[in-house]
């Protein structure tokens, strides 16, 4: 047997024994071919995900939390919601598709008991998600944060908010990094609706890129939000965010 032959059978042992679950699949889909196809897992994967705002504005965190909800309702299971203060307003988060019912919603006082939280709910496992609002990130914190999230088999969304109008610093361990920019939002329907500039702006395992979307209603009387290109991209193309934010 040669050596590529004894390191395949290897790989195969490791596989069986645990089962194969060493392969992560997706856990949260947006359901948007463009954007799913992009990623490794077509989709987000068991771990750490930060969503951080484009701007410092309200219009951008706004957008960053309407969009963990509606990725979050996306999934079944528990929701855990980690936060310094309570600031959320529930009946938003059901417009967006996360029910109240679904959410627990964890007031921690400050951001080092809002890790430890977010931390203690991921180990804890059977969540369809957990969301950790924290400004500050250390590299040490997203380690740990992403190694609770692989260990319970959750994903992790870690709202990060601009701080005294400083944008939320780079460099942690977190699988995927995301820029959420609110843009305005012109609809001769008058359906609701919300745009804004979705920007990867890191992938473990992948690369850059960056989509106007709209976040609507389907087609279908009474149907959920969906996520669909904006019209200034619809023919379908991803466009490359040279490995940083969108302005």
Not at 110 to 122: C, S
């Amino acid at each position: 047997m040669s050596r590529q032959q004894q390191l395949e059978a290897l790989r195969a042992g490791f596989d069986a024994k645990d089962g194969g679950t060493r392969r992560q699949t997706a856990r949260i889909r947006f359901g948007l071919d463009a954007l799913d196809a992009h990623l490794p897992a077509n989709g987000l994967v068991s771990g750490s995900h930060e969503v951080c705002a484009g701007g410092a504005d309200l219009p951008h965190e706004a957008a960053c939390v309407q969009l963990a909800a509606w990725l979050l309702g996306r999934a079944r299971g528990p929701v855990i919601w980690a936060l310094p203060r309570l600031t959320l307003f529930p009946p938003a988060l059901a417009e967006a598709g996360l029910s109240p019912s679904r959410v627990v919603f964890a007031e921690a006082g400050d951001e080092r008991d809002v890790l430890a939280v977010a931390e203690e709910a991921l180990r804890h496992g059977g969540l369809a998600g957990v969301v950790c609002e924290a400004s500050r990130l250390s590299l040490t914190a997203s380690r740990r944060l992403q190694l609770a999230a692989e260990a319970g088999d959750v994903p992790c969304l870690v709202l990060r908010r601009w701080r005294k109008g400083q944008a939320p610093s780079a460099g942690t361990a977190c699988a995927t990094r995301w820029s959420v920019t609110a843009r305005p939002s012109a609809d001769p329907s008058g359906l609701p609706r919300t745009a804004f500039r979705l920007a990867l702006t890191r992938c473990r395992g992948g690369r850059p890129a960056a989509w106007d979307t709209v976040l609507e209603p389907g087609r279908e009387p009474g149907a959920p939000l969906c996520l669909r290109l904006a019209d200034t991209v619809a023919g379908g193309q991803a466009e490359e965010a040279a490995g940083r934010p969108a302005a």
